[in-house]
């Protein structure tokens, strides 16, 4: 990964930590509204590639009712370079969790799950930022809240077409 100063200016304002940090933080806040022992940290590697992926988060948003298993059957799209996105949001999801693990603001729990500090990060997306970033903040809670109730890492994995 290059230093923060050698980085194109796109990437420095896309994939900043701090607004990283901020989506993960926001997903797994979502997955404990569920289940209150926390996101797998296998889940959480997901959050990135589909909450600032455009297509993926208007698809999802698109049928915020609907069961995410059920979204990504009918709309197979959002599978097309999955798993290359992944690995490219890599380093961008463990700067953030970085971040979020300096600033105190989430915990790792015994059995590997991540569970929020409460009282570090404004609950409320009171829409400061633009748009697209209250946007993916939205989602990414949407999308805990779905991986909490699908309840089953492998399910998940395979949905997206991902061998777990």
């Known amino acids: 990964m290059k230093r923060w100063d050698q980085r194109p200016f796109e990437i420095r304002n896309l994939f900043n930590p701090a607004f990283c940090g901020l989506v993960l933080f926001r997903a797994l806040h979502g997955y404990e509204e569920e ?3 926390g996101m797998p940290f296998s889940l959480s590697l ?3 590639p589909l909450c600032l992926h455009k297509d993926s988060r208007e698809v999802i948003a698109g049928s915020p009712r609907s ?3 059920k979204t990504v059957e009918k709309n197979q ?5 999955f798993a290359g996105r992944i690995t490219q949001m890599l380093p961008y999801t463990f700067e953030g ?3 979020l693990m300096e600033r105190g603001c989430i915990a ?3 059995g590997g799950r991540i569970q929020t500090v409460s009282k570090k990060v404004r609950k409320a997306v009171d829409g400061t930022g633009t748009a697209e970033t209250v946007a993916c903040q939205k989602l990414a809670r949407i999308v805990g809240r779905e991986f909490a109730r699908i309840a089953d890492r ?9 061998r777990p």
């Open 108 to 110: 790792v729990e015994e």
């Open 154 to 162: 492998a399910t998940v994995y395979t949905t997206f077409g991902i």
């Open 97 to 99: 969790f970085g971040l």
């Open 35 to 37: 289940d209150s022992r």
């Open 77 to 81: 799209q959002i599978m097309v370079g």
């Open 67 to 69: 069961y995410l298993l």
């Open 46 to 48: 997901l959050v990135l």
